[in-house]
């Protein structure tokens, strides 16, 4: 006679039994590498429950749901029906104010417009026109460290590379470039939601201001042609006219930059990756996608619409889904050997610009700048390695970063 089967777990035990306690700021290996710390989260549950409320995003929820398998996190990325964005970054939130970053935090059919207004700055073409403009920065920046032996990265081209590019097409002033990386770096990575809320005012402070100034005095910029473009037939409304350029200045300031300081490690810590690029700069643009395969840098979120079984996972109408693109670069289901870099690799499909509706917008000039990036160093520089001085340091808060990477060359 067999074994009865055991009883079915209830609601309240089946999300106790998929709790973990996961943080990445608690994990040493993430100061190493955070890619290699998030892939640990793959040894199950693929779905899980991780108490805290950290963030005002989490806020009332007791914590949220994470996803860890790239062809989950596809899944929730295609089904805006069952997975809103709503508020789901929730910068506004840390200010007491509940406006959208736009068209991120838009669900269909709404999305759809908006995302209509910001395409023509970020087609193909448009990446292409402005490939001469990139190389002549790059080939600047790296022609001013010529007499020098090593150099702090991210502040000698990890950030100003991308970053200008981004503010000249808004047409922000150079000289505050720092003072603007300093709000997206505690917008993104601060301490405490008192600093991130601190950030975010100063952001939406500036952007009023610059909005009236484009108002007064319109040019041929992203925010000028926000101001004159309708939805419907009317003009775009303040909040979501706030909520495009707060979501351009964010994302402008720091995700490129962060792929980039990443991409830059691994070829200072594998100089045979270097040496194939110098020996066949015609692998350049498929290494530019294998890096981008590996290095997913951004955390985003969803809010469930509906009660739903996920995967074995008891989510309810509200809770909070978190997405970690960065497991989804190293996840072995989908990638082979997914820690190593192999330009040669076939199928380097990734979520790294995520997939869907929220499909970044910027993917196509972000792939261009890091093929850029690598041509001109591989063209001008001698083999890269890691400075004797110095200290590389990571960040795995919301938008996995390098802070600092001393590269030391000849």
Known sequence: MSAAPPPALDEADLRASLARHWSMNDDPDAAICPFHAGAKLHDGPDVFFKAGEAHVRASGLGGNWVVTRYALQEEVL????????????GFSRLIGEDWPLVPLELDPPEHALYRKLIAPWFTPAKARALQGE????AVNLIEGLHGADECEFM?????????????????LPQSERPTFQGWAD?????????????????IKHYLLGLIAQRRARPGDDMVSSFIAAEIDGAAVPPDRLLGLCFMLF????????SSLGFIFRELALRPGLQAQLRADPGLIPAAADEFIRAFGVVTTFRYATCDMDFHGAPIR????????????????????????????RRGKRSLTFSTGPHTCAGLHLA??????????????????????????????ESVWAIETLPLAWG
């Open 134 to 137: 990139i190389s002549a920065l």
């Open 250 to 257: 964010v994302g402008g300031l720091d995700t490129v930059a």
């Open 78 to 89: 295609l089904d805006p029906a069952r997975f809103s964005s709503h508020l789901s970054i």
């Open 186 to 202: 505690d917008l993104l990575r601060g301490a405490t939601m008192d600093l991130r809320g601190k950030a975010a005012g100063a």
């Open 367 to 396: 792939r261009a700048e890091i093929r850029i990036a690598l041509e001109e160093w591989m063209r001008r520089m001698p083999c890269l390695r890691p400075a004797p001085h110095g200290k590389i340091k990571t960040a795995s």
């Open 155 to 171: 502040e000698a081209f990890g950030r100003p590379y991308p970053v200008t590019v981004f503010m000249r097409m808004m047409d």
């Open 317 to 344: 109408k509200g809770d909070l889904v978190e997405l970690p693109l960065g497991l989804s670069s190293r996840d072995d289901r989908a990638h082979g050997a997914p820690h190593d870099i192999d330009f040669n």
